[in-house]
């Protein structure tokens, strides 16, 4: 099992800035990619990022240039800085973790970020 617990969201002007972290635990020696996904109200569910154990990343196109995912494999933690947050930025993050070999997909139980205009 692995466990993954988010911090960091909350309520934001728009133009501001947010860190989130995501912290693992448990079994995560199977665990290459971990990643950032968002849900707001009636939509689905999509990947912001995503970064892999060697660092290679990926995102969301409506974030690039805004957001950036780091990783500190030494503390299981992976982070997500948010910049020139804007109000369709709103939306539950959640943290997530694939583990290939179980074929299980991991996830946090979110951290609510409120950007207001």
């Known amino acids: 099992q692995v466990q993954l617990v988010e911090s960091g969201g909350g309520l934001v002007q728009a133009g501001g800035s947010l860190r989130l972290s995501c912290a693992a635990s448990?079994?995560?020696?199977?665990?290459?990619?971990m990643g950032w996904y968002r849900q707001a109200p009636g939509k689905q569910r999509e990947l912001v990022a995503r970064?892999?154990?060697?660092?290679?990343?990926n995102y969301l196109y409506s974030v690039k240039g805004r957001v950036t995912i780091s990783r500190d494999n030494a503390k299981n933690t992976v982070y997500l800085q948010m910049n020139s947050l804007k109000p369709e930025d709103t939306a539950v993050y959640y943290c997530?973790?694939?583990?290939?070999?179980?074929?299980?997909?991991?996830w946090g139980k979110g951290t609510l970020v409120t950007v207001s205009s």
């Open positions: 997530n973790a694939p583990d290939p070999t179980r074929d299980i997909n991991y």
């Open positions: 448990g079994s995560i020696f199977s665990i290459n990619y």
């Open positions: 970064i892999s154990s060697g660092g290679s990343t």
